[in-house]
């Protein structure tokens, strides 16, 4: 009878345990219909972790990830489920779906490698062809923009050093600092025109200081205003 009870009690344990996996596989493909991939995510990973053995979530795990536009963690799920893979098909599917991964990280390499894995499994899928030719284009432009840059860079000493010999012989009339001072005056005009004003200020004080002193008659006192 004792042992009745207990069997009793795993079996509604087990169908409870198993109840909660599918539960949560039933909410997370709800979710991701409504778009809601975080939520779809949270919840196919616990149906995944309590579901048996037997059961691979991880395409769905990995779409929702993608979905959620967490790439890095999307990449790691589809090169996992494309290591599990036996089935040629739901391989070259897997490695599709990693090189479109990798395409959206704008890793142009590895979405080659993935691309090209894909259809060694699967060899006339158009769209990874198509897919595999967009990454090859990209790729391209991205070593013509970094050789271009390069190559801008390694010229600009030169042009530096041009630009620097041009304005010491052909703009000998104007140094460095007149250009920098945003329409300042150099050092030595502003000092030349502030000392002219200091004499024209003493003038003026001179000559108002003798006319005071003819109208008093008083005689000058030689002293400078």
Do not use: C
């Not at 493909?29 to 809601?36: G, L, M, V």
């Not at 009339?173 to 300042?184: F, I, L, T, W």
């Not at 200081?209 to 205003?225: I, M, P, R, V, Y």
């Amino acid at each position: 009878m004792k042992s009745i009870v207990v069997f009793l009690f795993v079996v509604i344990a087990f169908q409870g345990f198993s109840q909660q996996w599918v539960d949560s596989l039933k909410v997370a493909r709800k979710a991701y219909k409504n778009k809601q991939y975080d939520k779809a995510n949270k919840y196919y990973r616990s149906a995944q972790n309590l579901a048996p053995k037997n059961i691979d979530l991880s395409e769905e795990i990995a779409q929702s990830t993608y979905r959620s536009r967490d790439f890095e963690n999307a990449e790691k799920v589809y090169q996992q489920a494309a290591s599990e893979k036996k089935n040629k098909t739901e391989k070259a599917k897997i490695q599709h779906n990693l090189g479109n991964t990798r395409m959206k990280k704008k890793d142009y390499s590895g979405a080659i490698d993935a691309y090209k894995e894909s259809l060694r499994n699967n060899p006339n899928d158009q769209e990874t062809q198509y897919n595999l030719s967009e990454a090859i284009r990209q790729k391209k432009q991205e070593t013509e923009k970094k050789n271009n840059n390069q190559g801008q860079n390694g010229n600009n000493p030169s042009q530096n050093q041009g630009n620097s010999s041009a304005n010491s012989s052909g703009n000998s009339g104007k140094s460095g600092n007149e250009k920098k001072s945003g329409g300042n005056l150099p050092n030595r005009q502003a000092d030349k025109m502030l000392d002219d004003l200091t004499r024209q200020e003493a003038d003026t004080r001179r000559r108002i200081a003798n006319g005071q002193n003819k109208s008093t008659n008083n005689s000058k006192t030689g002293k400078n205003w």
